[in-house]
Nanobody, 125 residues
Framework: QVQLVESGGGLVQPGGSLRLSCAASGTIFSINFMAWYRQAPGKQRELVARIVSSYDITLYADSVKGRFTISKDKAKHTAYLQMNSLRPEDTAVYYC??????????????????WGQGTQVTVSS
């Protein structure tokens, strides 16, 4: 079973920066995608940024382009989200999602999709 541990959230003033981390642990054969989602109160969860593990291809929500950067450390199975020029509308719980391949229960390989517990990001003066 793959577990994700997120860290780095907190309270920051508008215009400030935060860096989120997401570390995956457990038996992992390969990781295909690592992504960050967020959910603000009363709103649906939305994709913030995604990175293809093998090729460093990235995808960003329009609302964060030019301000947020997703990256990864493949050897450490860790994803990062550098958030700059934060705005009050970035306030949300941020969740990490990792998709890959791990061991199947009865042997062999199976796809997995794991979620972190979420970390609160609050942008306020």
């Amino acid at each position: 079973q793959v577990q994700l541990v997120e860290s780095g959230g907190g309270l920051v003033q508008p215009g400030g920066s935060l860096r989120l981390s997401c570390a995956a642990s457990g038996t992992i054969f390969s990781i295909n995608f690592m992504a960050w989602y967020r959910q603000a109160p009363g709103k649906q969860r939305e994709l913030v940024a995604r990175i293809v593990s093998s090729y460093d291809i990235t995808l960003y929500a329009d609302s964060v382009k030019g301000r947020f950067t997703i990256s990864k450390d493949k050897a450490k199975h860790t994803a990062y989200l550098q958030m700059n020029s934060l705005r009050p509308e970035d306030t949300a719980v941020y969740y990490c999602n990792v998709e890959g391949e791990g061991p199947a229960r009865l042997g062999g390989r199976a796809d997995f999709s794991s979620w972190g517990q979420g970390t609160q990001v609050t942008v306020s003066s």
